[in-house]
T-cell receptor
Framework: QKEVEQNSGPLSVPEGAIASLNCTYS??????FFWYRQYSGKSPELIMS????GDKEDGRFTAQLNKASQYVSLLIRDSQPSDSATYLC??????????FGDGTTLTVKP | GAVVSQHPSWVICKSGTSVKIECRSL??????MFWYRQFPKQSLMLMAT?????????EQGVEKDKFLINHASLTLSTLTVTSAHPEDSSFYIC?????????????FGPGTRLTVT
């Protein structure tokens, strides 16, 4: 079992829909969780961080964390074609390192 | 804030030569930087953790004598790929943590695309 698992995708949604990206992790003591967006040929960009159970909203993005279920998700409302990218889930660990999932590729169709 | 730069953005070198990649934190001091490698359509692979003033910590399977890391100041870490071969061709990305933020957020540089001919 991988330490951080994401739906392999690809995920395709129509423009204006809600895109839901999921991630599970294996280390029960993890305390910090991140979502990065990576456009093709570019480096990752941090879009959300979450540390407490519940929801955290930032514009069209909502991160949800459930530590009991070891589950973190990212919702993108009113999806736009510019949201088409690979989304990486990361879990913070020892020595400041983060463990990354393999990513889910999202395509938003106009 | 939290801007990280890399230089060069791309480089082509001949097999057997060495290439140095620089990673700089522009508006914060980074005691810890990370070096990743990413092959096309694959996930990020952590190569090593670079700590200012001390030796880097390499991930299992990464040759420390081939990938030399130096973190001589709080704003600069360098990765030198020694005796490069075509299989070293990849996208090399650094990231840095801002210790003043007190969390594990990593800020990535734009990456360096290395092609070894």
């Amino acid at each position: 079992q991988k330490e951080v698992e994401q739906n392999s995708g690809p995920l395709s949604v129509p423009e204006g829909a809600i895109a839901s990206l999921n991630c599970t992790y294996s280390d029960r003591v993890s305390q910090s969780f991140f979502w990065y967006r990576q456009y093709s040929g570019k480096s990752p960009e941090l879009i959300m961080s979450i540390y407490s159970n519940g929801d955290k909203e930032d514009g069209r993005f909502t991160a949800q964390l459930n530590k009991a279920s070891q589950y973190v998700s990212l919702l993108i409302r009113d999806s736009q074609p510019s949201d088409s990218a690979t989304y990486l889930c990361a879990v913070g660990g020892n020595a400041g390192k983060s463990t990354f999932g393999d990513g889910t590729t999202l395509t938003v169709k106009p | 804030g939290a801007v990280v730069s890399q230089h060069p953005s791309w480089v082509i070198c001949k097999s057997g030569t060495s290439v140095k990649i620089e990673c700089r934190s522009l508006d914060f001091q980074a005691t810890t930087m990370f070096w990743y490698r990413q092959f096309p359509k694959q996930s990020l692979m952590l190569m090593a953790t670079s700590n200012e003033g001390s030796k880097a910590t390499y991930e299992q399977g990464v040759e420390k004598d081939k990938f030399l890391i130096n973190h001589a100041s709080l704003t600069l870490s360098t990765l030198t790929v020694t005796s490069a071969h075509p299989e070293d061709s990849s996208f090399y990305i650094c990231s840095a943590r801002d210790p003043l933020r007190g969390n594990y957020e990593q800020y990535f540089g734009p990456g360096t695309r290395l092609t070894v001919t």
